[in-house]
């Protein structure tokens, strides 16, 4: 009786972390610093009513947890700390920001897991990553009904490549992709002959997703989810079996799509919309039917399992074909196009797909490399790749990101940042496959989910800019929480009144700081609408303000500037830039302005020496180029 009383606060908490998911998926990923830091504030307000309220056990935490925990926390303080070295401490702010938006989904994470909720979240985050899918999918078959939002009006390939609602093929792929070790789990350890149909059923569309969106990091991530959940789980045949039927429908799904060029390549033109509704008919069919094959397959009685030594050929098997296979690919020339700079690359989907350059990530990581070595200790300072990346990088690309998470974190904060990150991520991800190998003391199946989607999201990170998609990077946190955070025992107690005090205190700190930026930013927004309207005392005062909330930022005194020069105050706009440009005089956009303005009031010496900065910051942009 208490059990099925329990069930619709579990089915109310399993469509509250959906939800969330879903939400957060739908605001371009929160990818945006309103978003990104309005969450902070959110998760970070939660701490602290828990802890003010007396809702954090006194022992919910095994050691594991507390140290990620402490890592991370480090890796934060030393991102503040280089606001001190980098070249602009408002990117460096911003960076630390983020470090302690998931430093507290971590925490929540893990507190939830140890309390014996880690299962119930994961099949929140399951449902919640598909329901995505499903919604990004409606976007290509029925765009009337869905959106597909403005990034096509920037970016040309955005057309053909599925990127709604997170505004980034790749990140919509990687993210859909962390889902399937999650659902695998719900499919091998359920007993619910429904169940395990339904959490198998969607595999065909997450890999329709990943095709749509001509994402190879997509796929990465869901064949490295795929085969870390079949080698952590107790239950590998049962793994196989779903994995088996998965990858059929999967690729029924994908010969499907190919079979339909118009809908993959050109979805808004009629031709595309013609083929819309026949291609997500024949979807539905064959995520029906997979979940329909696998549910019948497990339905089958099996009296004993197969012989160990089946297993074990298998798998000598599958290295022996791979590596067959990868020395018939020629690897080395494989590795050198890997490198080579193209002057165009595919535009199709399936173009891209099979193709196997770089697309420019080779030099971004070479360019990390280098600015590790020209500071290897604290590197250039949280924020600080994409000046660096302008200045030196060996191509002419337009990026701030360098395309991995490790190599950025080793160029920007050095051998002690990637130390204390990759400390935390480490620790946490053979912490969650411990966990998983185990096959006493708890649900290893459940345990072997988490610890796959964690090592898929932790692949993602190392081959794209997950760790600034936010919605990427909450899911991550949220399986590394609870990989660290499951403990046997049973939580008992509060934590005692100082120990409340502290963490309320700790919260509030960070509530202050996740705020700053989102205030000064609507400041920002303040003054740039005053300026439409013509209102340019509300524009001085909305700056001002931008400017006290932020001293150490460009931003408000970049806008001050504009404000002065909109209203013909040429020299109070050189003042404003003036003190810009002490707060990031990395910026060759903050000298591209003084040269205009020292134009403006008509010191050529002046412009020209503006302009040789800027020129010198980003040599390789097409703006700056010298006429001939």
Known sequence: MQSRSLQPIRVVAVSL?????????????????????????????????????GLV???????????????????????????????????????????LLYLGIFLLAAVLGAGGRARLVSRGLALGVVAVGVVALVSRFAPHLVSPGPLADTIPSA?????????????????????????????????????????????????????????????????????LFVALTDRRWSAVIASAVGTAGSVAAILMLADRPAIVETPLAPAGRAEAGTAAFFLIAICALTGLAYGLLRAIPVRRPPPAALGWGAVVLAVTLAAAGAVSARPVERFEEFRRVRESYPTTVEGHLLNVSSTGRWQQWEAAVDQFR?????????????????????????????????????????????????GALGLGLATGIARALQTTGGPPTAA????????????????????????????????????TGYSDARPGGRLSTRNRSILAAVALVVVALQAIPLLANAQLRKSERAVSRGDIASAVRAADAASRIQPWAASPHL??????????????????????????????????????????????????????????????????????
């Open 17 to 53: 972390v959906a939800a969330t998911v879903l939400l957060l998926a739908l605001d371009g990923g929160a990818f945006s610093l309103p978003t990104r830091t309005a969450l902070g504030i959110a998760v970070w307000w939660a701490i602290f009513l828990a802890a003010l309220l």
């Open 448 to 483: 072997a989910g988490v610890a796959a989607a964690l090592g898929a999201f932790l692949t993602g990170a190392a081959i794209d800019w997950m760790w600034e998609l936010t919605i990427v990077s909450v899911v991550g946190f949220v399986c590394l929480g609870l990989a």
């Open 57 to 99: 056990p006194a022992r919910p935490l095994p050691w594991t947890a507390l140290a990620t925990g402490g890592l991370l926390a480090g890796f934060a303080v030393w991102t503040g700390l280089s606001m001190t070295w980098a070249p602009s401490p408002e990117k460096a702010f911003l960076e630390l920001d983020r470090v």
């Open 374 to 422: 020209s500071e290897p200790l604290h590197g250039g300072g949280a924020g600080s790749w994409g000046a660096f990346w302008l200045q030196h990088g060996q191509i002419r690309s337009f990026v701030s990101e360098a395309h991995s998470l490790y190599l950025e974190v080793l160029g920007e904060l050095g051998a002690v940042g990637l130390v204390l990150l990759g």
């Open 559 to 628: 806008q001050l500037a504009l404000v002065a020069e909109t209203a013909g105050r040429v020299p109070r706009a050189q003042r404003h830039l003036s003190e810009a440009l002490t707060h990031d005089s990395a910026d060759w956009r903050l000298w591209l302005v003084a040269t205009r303005l020292h134009v403006k009031r008509g010191d050529i010496a002046a412009a020209e020496e503006a302009l040789a900065r800027a020129r010198r910051l980003n040599p390789r942009s097409a703006l700056l180029v010298p006429a001939d």
């Open 159 to 227: 057309t053909s490549r599925l990127s709604f609602p997170v505004d980034y093929w790749n990140g919509l792929a990687m993210l859909v992709g962390l889902a399937v070790p999650l659902l695998l789990a719900t499919a091998v350890m359920t007993g619910s002959v429904v169940v395990r149909s339904l959490a198998v059923a969607p595999l065909p569309a997450i890999a329709a997703v990943s095709y749509l969106a001509s994402s190879r990091g997509g796929f990465i991530v869901t064949v490295m989810g795929l085969l």
